[in-house]
């Protein structure tokens, strides 16, 4: 064999082994991640068919409702993140997440009629909403449709309506290469990007990598914590699928009469800003929260944020006023 030959086998046999080597980290990391979702959830069956959810703390009950991409996992996730302790936490996998199945109609109205049901299959007359990004359309319909369930709502980065303009995710290169994997189902191609390009899902997701790049350690984990809890892809693909073709249309929001807060940011890379404002128009005494950076994770505002909720909710007689100043 000649020299340059045995160089080419010595490489071929290089990229087999890391590839090899790849794919069993890749495979166990599946593995670890599938058999923690099954044992972090239980799953009841309402009317409109089975739902899955996790119950988790003690305190005010708080409702968690999760955007796209997400599942109970993330609901617990944000309400630890931008809420805080001292609430019992109900967090929902919406319609095509996790174990809860796509029913025939998958509508947020639909969806919002199931958290009702959730409630009351857990003896919950009232609970603190929280709808962040896709999760705020269910949320809003809650509100709407069972308004005794709502001890008060907080829209976050809401993906609602807006006249002016609409919720959108510019698809640009590295975006491309997002929703290729994502309508792919791509469960690999998503767990490989995060490490060879993590700044691809970080823009994925709503934010600027620059944003991300200033921010403190804790609060780039924070995001790439979010970032891989879009995985496993494959099991939350239906809903992603369903989140992403909205039919959105303006709803009577002036019919709101529970407290409620909404927050965005002006960077926001899904322009969720002008739906915020929209809505904040329209629901009585809403109370806007706008950062200047962020993006959709609010990068850098989630410390703020939770302040800012909690206050909110120690005026509506939610949480002990000297519980808001901690």
Do not use: C
């Amino acid at each position: 064999m000649s020299r340059i030959g045995g160089f080419l086998l010595v490489m071929l046999i290089a990229i087999a082994t890391a590839a090899g080597v790849t794919f069993l980290l890749y495979r166990n990391e599946l593995g670890r991640l599938r058999d923690a979702l099954s044992r972090g959830s239980l799953v009841v069956n309402l009317d409109i068919g089975p739902i899955e959810y996790a119950d988790s703390g003690a305190g005010i009950p708080l409702l968690s409702i999760h955007g796209a991409g997400g599942g109970f996992d993330q609901g617990l996730a944000l309400a630890a993140d931008l809420v805080g302790e001292g609430f019992r936490v109900i967090a929902p996998s919406r319609f095509g997440y996790l174990r809860t199945p796509v029913p025939r109609d998958p509508s947020p109205a639909a969806q919002g009629d199931a958290h009702a049901g959730l409630l009351s299959e857990l003896n919950i007359p009232k609970a603190v909403v929280v709808g962040v990004s896709a999760g705020a359309r269910s949320a809003v319909e809650l509100t709407l449709r069972h308004p005794d369930k709502v001890a008060a709502l907080i829209l976050i980065v809401p993906a609602l309506y807006s006249p002016s303009s609409r919720v959108s995710i510019n698809v640009n290169r590295g975006n491309k290469f997002a929703f290729w994997a994502v309508n792919a189902g791509g469960d690999f191609a998503w767990w490989a990007a995060e490490t060879i390009a993590p700044s691809t899902l970080i823009r994925f997701v709503g934010v600027r990598p620059a944003v991300v790049a200033a921010a403190p350690q804790a609060e780039r984990g924070r995001v790439m914590s979010f970032v891989r809890s879009v995985e496993p892809l494959s099991l939350r693909f239906p809903g992603i699928n369903i989140d992403s073709a909205p039919e959105l249309h303006e709803l009577p929001l002036e019919e709101i009469s529970a407290p409620t807060m909404i927050i965005s940011a002006r960077d926001d890379l899904f322009n969720t800003l002008p739906a915020a404002e929209f809505a904040a128009g329209k629901i009585p005494g809403a109370k806007l929260v706008v950062y200047d950076t962020g993006g959709h994770l609010l990068v850098g505002q989630a410390q703020e944020v939770r302040m800012t909720i909690r206050t909110f909710l120690a005026d509506a007689g939610l949480v002990p006023s000297a519980d808001s100043r901690e």
